[in-house]
């Protein structure tokens, strides 16, 4: 063996030899306190989410404008998709027609596809918290 070669092994084993003792130097336990009324936190937020009490929700919006209209829009929406949840709900000076109550943007998604046929202006939107 050459001088190089018997240098490189050298450097190798000593490489192997260190980090095999720094992993080994990496064993530990860890141990988590936590304040007591975690977990029950923990369940009253699952609660309020199941219940949409946080508000972390997605709707799709079918219409704005004039009471008569919002009426006719709700009607006629709840004749051909009986599946999900709907809504009149009035802001100054609008009526809106809600629909959904969804968990996330793809059941969102999903369901626009389907409403859009009947409601081409329909759009999804997450309703501020208030």
Same mark, same amino acid.
């Given at each position: 063996?050459?001088?190089?070669?018997?240098?490189?092994?050298?450097?190798?084993?000593?490489?192997?030899?260190?980090?095999? /003792?720094?992993?080994?130097?990496?064993?530990?336990?860890?141990?988590?306190?936590?304040?007591?009324?975690?977990?029950?936190?923990?369940?009253?937020?699952?609660?309020?989410?199941?219940?949409?009490?946080? %508000?972390?929700?997605?709707?799709?919006?079918?219409?704005? %404008?004039?009471?008569?209209?919002?009426?006719?829009?709700?009607?006629?929406?709840?004749?051909?998709?009986?599946?999900?949840?709907?809504?009149?709900?009035?802001?100054?000076?609008?009526?809106?027609?809600?629909? %959904?109550?969804?968990?996330?943007?793809?059941?969102?998604?999903?369901?626009?596809?389907?409403?859009?046929? /009947?409601?081409?202006?329909?759009?999804?939107?997450?309703?501020?918290? %208030?």
């Amino acid at each position: 063996m050459s001088r190089l070669n018997i240098q490189i092994l050298y450097k190798t084993l000593f490489f192997i030899l260190v980090s095999s /003792q720094i992993s080994i130097a990496q064993q530990g336990n860890i141990k988590v306190e936590q304040d007591a009324k975690l977990p029950q936190l923990l369940e009253k937020r699952i609660d309020m989410s199941k219940n949409n009490e946080l %508000g972390e929700r997605f709707k799709i919006q079918l219409y704005y %404008g004039n009471n008569q209209k919002a009426s006719n829009t709700i009607t006629s929406f709840r004749s051909k998709f009986g599946e999900w949840p709907s809504e009149v709900v009035y802001e100054t000076p609008n009526y809106k027609v809600w629909v %959904g109550n969804f968990r996330n943007k793809l059941e969102a998604d999903r369901a626009l596809l389907k409403i859009k046929e /009947q409601f081409p202006s329909a759009f999804i939107f997450k309703p501020e918290r %208030g």
